[in-house]
């Protein structure tokens, strides 16, 4: 699996995630200027955490826009495989390449702490190497991770199965408005989704994190192996 | 010319932030006060000297950058 | 001289200044002439308190700094050690005390700017940042928005920059009540063969200005924080500086890019006195002249004089000198990350700065007396009173109900609602997060190298016996680093204390030093970095001022060479609880 | 009634906000963009009918809590 991580001016999780991939494919992935107009060859982009620009006027806003989001796109519409995190997650909303936006997190604080999340379906690269219904461990850190859809949207996520991941209780029972289990607020206590084809996946918190026993688990290391299985070594 | 967007969430999206306020405004005793909305504003200069033609760039620039349309509404004022 | 439209300089503005009759004096001897403005400005704010330590100097020189391990001590940006494999450790712990009263989020967002500078500056990348944090009386209401405004602004700076905020203390207690107490500290990993100091050298050699444009920000910020909070607090308002995180990351990535080539003679970052500073030391540690032509400062806001410029305190700013033939390299570099990048003067063999702003020169200062000649002073101190001694213990209200109180005293009770708001984990190398082992642990990347991190003081142990509590504090530290598992290389340290014309306060003063001294000694624990707040006084309703409680805040480091040996304190089901020690 | 209140950074104080925004703009070649600063804007409903009032309690929201006087101005509208 050859990766490819994009970095803007002001991300900072790029490190991680190379960590992360690294661990898994054994190979160090490739890193990719905002401002590069082509892509190398890959099988996987991704747009990591940070605070692009900033994070000034809104996250991700003006990420969304940067040159290389057009070869981004591209590969989208190509079918290719794109995973974006906390940042990335807001930079794919707001360039609409998924839907919905994240807010400002309901009680308005920053929030750094551990939260489970639980996988609404298999069948993706991924989360294939998990069940549906599995509760996993993952750190998250953020300020704006409250998901909203309009109705008509949020209806849509749902019924075609486009949820990825909820927050959820370490038993995997869900409650929306339980700030202890959702606690940025989100709808639905989304905090993941698919795109139409299942090839792009956002989320907020942060398995790339938890890849490593030393570091506290190995909690998100099935995100990036599953990637691995699917796509190729 | 000076041209002032207004952004704020569309009606029916929740606002936390406005929440917040008038929840902190009723415990300073501003009893008065009812529902609170919050949202941001961004005033620029434009090299321009048509009022209209200015107010018609500040809605490019709102459309393509200042606001985003799936959860937030937008004005377009000429100030100065 | 162009003084025009300015103030005229006399002992009574250089009164105003901060600058006493008597130092007033110096400056006419020093210049033979009365001196420009901007010359008195430059005067001021290096003979600050602030800028000179002339309350401090005498007792740090007491402290030792010196060990096998230790590469740089005090003097330099931050304090360096070894930690093997090649590998440096530099850190230091900073104040933001004072503005962070005036303006609690971006005196503590601009504090832990500040203190990153100071690290990357020296070719380290930043891996993890700590604070200590002391506020006034919970039950005083102007304690709740300083403590959220503090803790929002060291997250929100620290998050953005993507350095993890892995440990810290807070501590309350109604001598803060008018000025707590903002600490920060940075811990940053360079290679050993590449770091880089402040020393000018190179006759002709460029001087480069890069970051953030400089505004009308905190002028005089450098001798406001050394004089006590007065009435006049708020109309010093304006001046607060507001930071930039994203300009800050994006400064690391550009500086840390341009070390990796051979550009780089001397670098130093604008802290506080922006320029002057910068310039000041700079050429001064390398016993050069330095010519600033003004003009080519990038600047944000319009006619700005000379003076305001030398004293902006505007953030995110450094200066470098570089080889003339790798002006371009760093040039490039610097666009990519769009920065400013100015060559705003070069060295000279004159032993003097020389300051040129619209064609006039509006400072010549020669730099060694400016140094030299620095006011030091031996203050006098007295012994505090011994505090009553405590009565024989007695228990009215049973033993459970006692633990309930402690365990929800303010000063007891989780600090997870802190901690929670900084990224705690960014970097993806901390093996021990906040709240579960006595230091907080982070490994080195693709080493096996960790490092264990505390900030550690008891103030009302500093107040019943400085000595003592100072000692105390450094033998906190050095605890907290063994119970990990790592070896204790050693501290670096944030002395904050009341107003030293106090006898009573320099006596204190005096006293947490010895106990440090004598700590550090009987541990192997050398000081290497540091930082002294002064005037830390809250006014009283009938006007006068108290100092707050002695604050000597340590910051410990330490190794372990096998990072995967780490121990927290998370009880294991299959454990016993063994008590070391007498009780 | 509806009050509008604006706040502003100072003049004098940096905005990046305003910078950053004004910095994305030229990228997406709105080349006329001059100075650019971001604020935000609180919208109240408050339970009373004579404007004087509303704008009089809207001035007294924003000194107590809406603005931060140490390092931004404020303006209050009445907007219905
Ligand atoms: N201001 C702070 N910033 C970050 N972490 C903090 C802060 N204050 C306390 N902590 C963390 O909370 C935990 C508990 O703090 P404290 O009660 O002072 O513990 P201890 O007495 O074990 O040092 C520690 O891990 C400490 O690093």
């Not at chain 1, 408005?177 to 206590?189: K, R, T, V």
């Not at chain 3, 440990?167 to 009540?177: A, C, R």
Request: with cysteine; net charge negative.
């Amino acid at each position: 699996m050859k990766a490819g991580i994009v970095v803007f001016p002001g991300t900072n999780r790029e490190r991680d995630m190379a960590i992360a991939l690294k661990r898994v494919t054994g190979q160090a992935p490739a890193m990719l200027w905002h401002r590069d107009t082509t892509l190398p060859k890959l099988d996987l982009i991704v747009l990591p955490g940070g605070f692009s620009h900033g994070d000034y006027l809104r996250c991700g806003a003006m990420a969304a826009h940067a040159p290389l989001m057009a070869e981004v796109r591209a590969f989208a519409a190509a079918g290719g495989h794109i995973l974006g995190v906390c940042n990335g997650f807001q930079i794919l909303t707001e360039a609409q390449i998924l839907p919905g936006a994240l807010l400002r997190n309901a009680n308005l604080r920053f929030l750094s702490q551990d939260c489970h999340l639980r996988v609404e379906r298999a069948d993706t690269a991924f989360t294939r190497l998990w069940a549906k219904g599995d509760v996993f461990r993952t750190p998250m850190a953020h300020g704006d991770g409250n998901y909203v859809a309009d109705p008509a949207t949020i209806e849509r996520l749902e019924g075609e199965g486009r949820v990825a991941f909820r927050y959820a209780r370490p038993d995997g029972t869900v409650a929306a408005d339980d700030q202890a289990h959702n606690p940025n607020g989100s709808l639905n206590a989304i905090a993941g989704v698919f795109s139409e084809n299942l090839r792009i996946c956002g989320m907020m918190p942060h398995p790339e994190d938890l890849v490593d026993p030393l570091m506290g688990g190995e909690d998100g290391k099935p995100l990036f192996a599953g990637l691995v299985e699917a796509l190729g070594r | 010319m000076k041209v002032r967007v207004t952004v704020m969430l569309k009606d029916g999206v929740l606002d936390p932030q406005g929440k917040a306020i008038a929840h902190a405004l009723h415990v300073l005793d501003f009893g008065s006060v009812g529902e609170v909305r919050a949202g941001r504003v961004i005033e620029l200069e434009i090299a321009e000297t048509d009022a209209d033609k200015a107010r018609a760039q500040g809605d490019a620039m709102a459309r393509a950058l200042l606001a985003n349309l799936v959860i937030e509404d937008f004005t377009v004022e000429v100030v100065a | 001289m162009s003084n025009a439209g300015q103030k005229t300089v006399d002992e009574a503005l250089a009164r105003e200044f901060g600058l006493t009759a008597d130092e007033y004096g110096n400056v006419l001897s020093i210049m033979g002439r009365t001196p420009s403005l901007t010359e008195l400005g430059i005067f001021s704010v290096m003979w600050s308190e602030h800028c000179s330590y002339k309350s401090s100097r005498v007792w740090l020189k007491t402290l030792p700094t010196t060990a096998p391990w230790v590469i740089h001590g005090p003097g330099e940006n931050a304090g360096v050690v070894d930690i093997g494999q090649g590998l440096a450790a530099i850190f230091k712990m900073e104040s933001h005390n004072h503005p962070s009263f005036i303006e609690p989020y971006q005196g503590a967002a601009t504090g832990v700017g500040g203190i990153l500078r100071d690290v990357f500056t020296m070719g380290a990348r930043p891996v993890a940042n700590l604070n200590a944090l002391r506020f006034g009386d919970p039950a005083n209401p102007q304690t709740r928005r300083i403590v959220d405004g503090v803790v929002r602004g060291v997250g929100g700076y620290g998050n953005c920059v993507g350095v993890p905020t892995v440990g810290g203390e807070v501590n309350f207690h109604p001598s803060y009540d008018g000025n707590p107490l903002v600490n920060a500290m940075t811990v940053g990993v360079a290679r050993q063969d590449r770091i880089f100091l402040s020393a000018a050298a190179g006759l002709g050699n460029p001087v480069i200005y890069v970051g953030s444009s400089t505004g009308r920000d905190g002028i005089h910020g450098a001798t406001m924080s050394s004089s006590e909070f007065d009435e006049d607090a708020l109309a010093k308002r304006p001046t607060v500086q507001v930071g930039d995180p994203f300009v800050e990351k994006l400064l690391i990535e550009a500086c840390l890019e341009l070390m990796a080539t051979d550009a780089i003679v001397a670098i130093q970052d604008m802290g506080a006195a922006g320029l002057t500073s910068s310039s000041v030391e700079m050429a001064g540690k390398g016993g050069v002249g330095i010519d600033l032509d003004l003009d080519a400062v990038p600047q944000r806001e319009r006619g700005m004089s000379a003076y305001e410029m030398m004293l902006s305190e505007s953030q995110e700013r450094m200066l470098m000198v570089l080889r003339p033939d790798r002006t371009d390299v760093a040039r490039t570099i610097f666009e990519k990350w769009e920065l400013e990048f100015a060559v705003i003067g070069h060295l000279t063999d004159t032993g003097r700065i020389v300051v040129r702003h619209k064609g006039a020169v509006e400072a010549d200062i020669p730099l060694a007396p400016l140094a030299d000649q620095a006011p030091l002073y031996h203050r006098p101190t007295a012994p505090s009173p011994a505090p009553a001694p405590l009565g024989p213990v007695t228990d009215p209200v049973g033993t459970e109900r006692a633990l309930m109180h402690l365990i929800g005293s303010p000063d007891i009770a989780s600090r997870a609602w802190v901690y929670n708001q900084y990224d705690s984990t960014v970097g993806g190398q901390t093996v021990r997060r906040p709240g579960s082992a006595d230091a907080a642990i982070v490994k080195i990347d693709d080493t096996s190298i960790g490092l264990a991190l505390t900030t550690d003081c008891t103030p009302r142990y500093c107040r019943a016996d400085a000595r003592t509590g100072g000692a105390q504090a450094v033998a906190e530290a050095w605890r907290n680093i063994t119970a990990t598992g790592a070896r204790p290389l050693a501290v670096t340290d944030n002395l904050n204390f009341g107003n030293p014309e106090k006898p009573e306060v320099m006596g204190q003063f005096a006293a947490a030093i010895e106990g440090m001294g004598d700590a550090c000694r009987a541990l192997d624990f050398p000081v290497v970095s540091g930082n002294v707040s002064l005037y830390n006084e809250t006014r009283t309703p009938d006007g006068t001022t108290t100092a707050i409680l002695p604050t000597p805040a340590i910051g410990g480091l330490g190794v372990l060479e096998d990072v995967s040996q780490a121990i927290g304190y998370g009880m294991q089901d299959d454990c016993d609880l063994i008590l070391v020690g007498e009780t």
